[in-house]
């Protein structure tokens, strides 16, 4: 069983930043894709964003375009979520995300995070 460990979570008020961290081991990092899905109080999980090996990234075209931007750093076996302008709509826990595929891993990713709360104060 793959671990990834999330950090980077808190609180934060509206329109300011976070960057959440994701580390997972060598070996995994090197050949899987890495993502983000969030959850909202009394909403379903939802994808966020998603990263090849390679740095190939998208973003889920229903969130607000530019604010959420995912980034690796394979040196580091590190993925991260950077997120600006929040909005308290944006609260929610986020979990990482890896799988051995590109396309699925936005949909039934294989191995999950135990997750980071991220809190957005109006």
């Known amino acids: 069983q793959e671990q990834l460990v999330e950090s980077g979570g808190g609180l934060v008020q509206a329109g300011g930043s976070l960057t959440l961290s994701c580390t997972t081991s060598?070996?995994?990092?090197?050949?899987?894709?890495m993502g983000w899905f969030r959850q909202a109080p009394g909403k379903e999980r939802e994808f966020v964003a998603a990263i090849s090996w390679s740095g190939a990234s998208r973003v889920n075209p229903d969130l607000d375009e530019g604010r959420f931007t995912i980034s690796r750093d394979n040196s580091k076996s590190t993925a991260f979520l950077q997120m600006n302008d929040l909005k308290p709509e944006d609260t929610a826990v986020y979990y990482c995300?890896?799988?051995?595929?590109?396309?699925?891993?936005?949909?039934?990713?294989?191995?999950w995070g135990q997750g980071t709360q991220v809190t957005v104060s109006s």
């Open positions: 060598r070996q995994t990092f090197s050949s899987y894709s």
């Open positions: 995300v890896a799988d051995i595929s590109h396309l699925s891993i936005a949909t039934t990713p294989d191995y």
